[in-house]
């Protein structure tokens, strides 16, 4: 019997750049093994289909089919870990391996650890690779072994460290070596298509590699130059929008690093604001790698004992986008009915939960972790510590958003406000920021009064970490 290798597909919905495919081909190629490939319906991710998971299984279900019309099925496994890789196991006798890409996620670890004694039992063996991230977590570390806790010399070294070559991954290759399991659907199968799918309700205008691969071209040919200027302003299409093609694999970030870096003559400082982002998000998840803990524990010893305001009413307004700030609203409104919020609003909607309205930035990151079709963790719970100031590299408590400054200095004209907030629709440019100054005879308006006074409530959060340090 030939032996068999499986490509357990997790958040790489992708051919191009796939070291687990690229190594389960090298492998099957070398004693004329066969190859299947699957995903693993873990319960963890069936209970709740908020946006988040809606695009993510509505990106595998893309994936599913543009394999489908190249002839190779990607089986589905359900049930806890040890039920699910029965299965497999139970399938394939002849089973030899199963490659992967690196998990580096506490739930992913612990999981993967599972996996591999369980496999053990039956002299199979999982192979992590790496690949969803430029550069491993345990590959830039300070002299004297430790990770870093700062960006700045960190990303010195991550900027002069060689980065990896693309994975040559194709598929034809994968066609050649790929066994057809030839049976009808699964369980598995039936539960993804008539259960799972109807609970995904969303309609997204672009999934999957190619539209990635797409959106990438566009972004290098006619936005990369002026990144570094438009950025940071929500009325501008100025940003990649890459990131939920990269959650979902859909698209290598080292293809994305690659294709940029070729550009940076040309680009220039466009281009090397961008790479930074990407290293922005190797740090966090280096943090992450070696500090799990944080995502329930503050990085910073000093302020874990913070008694953080647990007002449902506000954190309600705050999720609804009614709290009488603009481009507070705007924002969240963006990310409830989009998926996605532009980078300045997640900072600018942080800020705002944690020190106007001094709520758990705990609370704030599980919300986004339901809401965000780009939801990484460690960027996630880094990015809200860091507005939070309790994190690593993190903002000075001392510094404040203030909602109405931030709003004219990336919103200037109330674009984008206008767009997500339409009672403001007819508000006059120079109240857009603050409609409450706007007495009743300039215009009558449905928006929301500012739930708090901002500079006392920036008094509060001050005296509130300023209390800690004190202690």
């Not at 992967?100 to 063996?125: A, S």
């Not at 965000?372 to 860091?386: F, H, K, P, T």
């Not at 767009?419 to 300039?442: A, D, G, Q």
Request: with cysteine; net charge negative.
């Amino acid at each position: 019997m030939k032996p068999v290798y499986a490509v357990w597909l997790r958040n790489d919905f992708r051919i191009n750049d796939n070291p687990a495919i690229q190594k389960a081909v090298e492998v099957a190629a070398s004693d004329g093994g066969r190859i299947v490939m699957f995903f693993h319906l873990h319960p963890e991710f069936l209970r709740d289909i908020d946006l988040q998971y809606d695009y993510f299984f509505q990106t595998l279900h893309q994936f599913r089919n543009d394999c489908q019309s190249k002839g190779i099925k990607v089986e589905l496994l359900k049930g806890p870990v040890q039920e699910a890789f029965h299965t497999l196991v139970s399938s394939y006798p002849e089973l030899k391996a199963v490659f992967c890409l690196e998990d580096y996620t506490p739930f992913g670890r612990t999981r993967d650890e599972e996996v591999i004694r369980f496999l053990l039992k039956y002299n199979v063996q999982l192979f992590p690779l790496e690949g969803s991230h430029i550069i491993h977590p345990e590959k830039i570390k300070k002299s004297d072994g430790t990770p870093y806790q700062v960006f700045t010399p960190y990303f010195r070294n991550w900027n002069r460290h060689i980065k990896p070559s693309l994975a040559n991954s194709r598929i034809d290759d994968l066609k050649e070596y790929y066994v057809d399991p030839k049976e009808g659907k699964t369980s598995a199968d039936n539960y993804f298509e008539n259960e799972l799918l109807p609970r995904c309700k969303k309609s997204w205008g672009s999934l999957g590699e190619k539209a990635a691969v797409n959106r990438l071209e566009t972004f290098v040919e006619e936005r990369l130059t002026h990144y570094h200027d438009n950025r940071d302003r929500p009325d501008y299409f100025g940003t990649s929008t890459l990131s939920p093609f990269i959650k979902t694999g859909a698209l290598s970030v080292r293809m994305v690093y690659h294709s940029v870096s070729s550009r940076i003559d040309e680009a220039g400082k466009g281009a090397e604001t961008f790479l930074k982002e990407l290293a922005w998000r190797d740090f966090y998840a280096m943090i992450y790698y070696f500090y799990p803990e944080t995502k329930n524990q503050e990085y910073q010893e000093k302020y874990r004992n913070i008694f953080w305001n647990r007002d449902e009413e506000l954190f309600t307004k705050w999720k609804d986008g009614n709290t009488g700030f603009p481009i507070v609203d705007a924002g969240m409104r963006q990310l409830n009915q989009t998926g996605w919020m532009h980078n300045r609003l997640r900072m600018i909607t942080a800020s705002f939960l944690t020190k106007d309205y001094l709520i758990d930035w705990r609370l704030g990151e599980e919300y986004f972790s339901r809401k965000l079709i780009d939801y990484d963790e460690a960027s996630n719970v880094g990015g809200w510590q860091w507005a939070a100031s309790v994190g690593t590299d993190a903002v000075p408590y001392f510094r404040v958003f203030n909602p109405a400054r931030q709003s004219v200095r990336f919103d200037p004209y109330g674009s984008f406000i206008k767009e997500f907030v339409p009672e403001l629709t007819e508000v006059p440019e120079k109240y857009i920021h603050t409609p409450e100054k706007m007495t009743s005879e300039e215009a009558e308006i449905t928006y929301p009064e500012p739930t708090v006074d901002h500079a006392v409530q920036r008094k509060k959060a001050i005296a509130l970490f300023k209390g800690v340090e004190e202690e």
